[in-house]
């Protein structure tokens, strides 16, 4: 991980704890950005914007609870929240909704560096999935019909010859199939195409 090129968008109306925190996380190699508010967030960054966050509780306008919730709708939003207002149900409901941590004002050096670490650790596996996810998606999409078919029998662990009885055609031409499918998934082994399977049913396209 390139802590230098992560980007850590930090959201807090306070003008002395904003400029502190961003301080600090620029001396400690984040690259820091500053908003004063959700709706200055929302406004310069946008609702997609990619990187992880430092967010205050009590914003003005829209909460940084509001403002997280909103987000978490649409991709995954790694956030450590800050607070001058110690909520335990509050702490609770932003973990349970993803949040890496929420930690207390005036926040420690020592805590704040490794809450941003670990948001850091999270949005970076998030992003390569998302990629990994892609790729698999544009794979599956160069694949026939005849060929997915194919592939959903070979992630089933039917042999050549049972899939040519299911779709009717000569183990030649199964097996013809099978060679297009394993080289245009990109796939080494039949364990290959069991897993991309799988990831492919969790994004709901297979």
Do not use: W
């Not at 820091?32 to 009590?58: R, T």
């Not at 929240?81 to 890496?100: H, I, N």
């Not at 031409?173 to 796939?187: C, D, G, Y």
Request: hydrophobic letters at 45%; charged letters at 30%.
């Amino acid at each position: 991980m390139d802590e230098a090129k992560a980007v850590v968008h930090v959201v807090e109306d306070d003008d002395s704890v904003r400029t502190a925190v961003v301080r600090l996380l620029r001396t400690a190699g984040f690259q820091a950005q500053p908003y004063a508010s959700a709706a200055e967030f929302l406004l310069v960054a946008g609702e997609n914007a990619g990187g992880c966050m430092v967010l205050d509780v009590g914003l003005p306008g829209m909460s940084g609870i509001e403002l997280h919730a909103a987000l978490a709708k649409r991709r995954d939003c790694s956030v450590v929240f800050l607070t001058g207002r110690g909520d335990v149900q509050m702490s609770v409901r932003a973990m349970k909704d993803g949040a890496v941590d929420f930690l207390d004002k005036p926040v420690k050096r020592e805590l704040l560096l490794d809450a941003v670490t670990r948001a850091v650790e999270r949005d970076v596996a998030n992003r390569e999935r998302r990629g990994r996810a892609t790729e698999l998606r544009a794979r599956y999409e160069q694949l026939t019909e005849r060929e997915r078919q194919v592939f959903r029998l070979v992630a089933e662990g039917r042999l050549n010859k049972q899939i040519a009885d299911v779709v009717g055609a000569s183990l030649r031409t199964v097996k013809s199939h099978r060679a297009r499918v394993m080289e245009k998934m990109q796939a080494t082994t039949a364990a290959d195409l069991v897993r991309a399977a799988d990831e492919l049913n969790r994004l709901g396209l297979h």
